[in-house]
């Protein structure tokens, strides 16, 4: 079968449903093609015995500016994780808060004896008036140590909370994301949807008539102006967006610039398990700095008698059995009730530098009619995707 539409865009995750959104909302002619059978792409959440299960371990900044393109999002009803962390060292359960519902602030009250007075100082510094120059060596922990922080410090707040957003334990960003991250973390209410993550393509999805996805296609070739699907249909495109960095591989020889051969992804592992509640405190990131394995943990009631316990590592190789010896080394009065379910992201956060911000337009224009949108251009985050997709629109129209 042969089909034609103006625009074409390939893969519905947040890229190419807020593209699609933000085409229908300028009542533009576009189809989307998805090659799973269900939307979100990396966002997913699965409902289990009626609790929503992230995909992997995601938090909803409710600050991102880009929630603006879709204010709905801004209304996303969360269960917030409670503005702070508790760290975990030598056994002990350190917790850090902010009193004036900023982040970073809390740490001055806290009486975890890592860290000094003067890393309180600083980091209070580097909320209220981050630096306007940025220094000409991007690395973050090059930045922090020369900003004064303590190595401790560093490596017990900084490496161990970031990691788990960047999945990266060398952090490293480019300094300006890592910067804007770090607001964000000191300004916004930071949770979860009440449905789980999911909830933000729901939201996102529901501006796009039915009539515009097809899933369950996976696109094998693409030429100059048309891609052919694994059923063999032909779509004829004026314009095409592709919101995978992987496909540039099934282009046609004679358009493949191979612009995205070094795109690298970070990957990450979550486990779930369910606990007896007990002690464990419920919607506070917890940082266990002493651990190999471990990345970050929360527990999450559902009734007087279970609790969900979330666990990320970026250690690919982590078994479920290696995860819960390092928790009852951590919390040795743990009462683990049975392993829940586990996802592994393998091509979780691109990670390469260069890609960020990509020609300060968060897009690539690939070829006079074939444009790249999605977080490997722009930032791995929910706000980055929504970047990539406004300017692209913006250049479209
Ligand atoms: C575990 C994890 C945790 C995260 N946590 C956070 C967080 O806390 N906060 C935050 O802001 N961001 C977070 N992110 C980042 C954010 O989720 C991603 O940046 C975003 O989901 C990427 O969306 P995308 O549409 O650009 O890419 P994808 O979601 O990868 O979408 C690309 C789509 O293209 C489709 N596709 C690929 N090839 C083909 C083909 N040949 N034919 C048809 N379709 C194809 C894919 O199936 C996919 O659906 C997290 C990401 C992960 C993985």
Known sequence: MNYNFSTIIIGAGLTGLSTAALLQKKQKDYFLLEKNTTIGGKIGSSNVDG??????????????????????????????????????????????????????????????????????????????????????????????????????????????????????KKLDVPLWYFLFIFKMFSISDVGLPVGGIQEIISIISKRIPESKIKTGVSISEIYKNKIITNEGNEYHFKKLVCTDSSLEK?????????????????????????????????????????????????????????????????????????????????????????????????????????????????FCKYNENIFFAGDFLSSPSVNGCLESSKSLVRFLS
């Not at 809390?106 to 890393?119: A, I, R, V």
């Not at 940082?287 to 250690?315: C, G």
């Open 51 to 168: 609790w929503p299960i992230d995909h992997g371990f995601h938090v909803f900044i409710k600050e991102y500016p880009n929630l603006s393109l879709f204010p709905d999002l801004k209304q996303c009803k969360l269960i917030n994780f409670e503005p702070g962390f508790i760290i975990i060292k030598n056994q002990k359960a350190y917790k850090n808060v902010n009193i004036f519902k900023k982040f970073f602030d809390g740490l001055l009250y806290n009486h975890f004896p890592g860290f000094s007075l003067k890393d309180k100082f600083l980091i209070l510094k580097l909320s209220l008036m981050p630096p306007k120059n940025l220094p000409k060596n991007d690395s973050v922990l090059d930045f922090l140590s020369e900003y004064g922080f303590s190595k401790e410090f560093i490596n017990d707040f900084f490496v161990n909370f970031f990691e788990g957003v960047f999945l990266d």
């Open 250 to 362: 099934k282009f046609d020889v004679a358009i493949r610039r191979n612009l995205f051969d070094e795109i690298y992804y970070n990957s990450t592992k979550c486990f779930y398990f369910i606990v007896k509640p007990e002690n464990n405190q419920e919607n506070i990131i917890h940082l266990l700095p002493q651990s190999k394995t471990i990345s970050n943990l929360y527990f999450r009631r559902k009734n007087n008698k279970e609790m969900l316990m979330s666990v990320s590592t970026l250690n690919s190789e982590a078994t479920i059995e290696d995860i819960k010896k390092q928790i009852l080394e951590h919390f040795p009065k743990i009462n683990i009730i049975k392993f829940y379910r586990s996802f592994e992201i393998k091509k979780a956060l691109p990670r390469n530098k260069k890609f960020f911000n990509f020609n300060n337009e968060n």
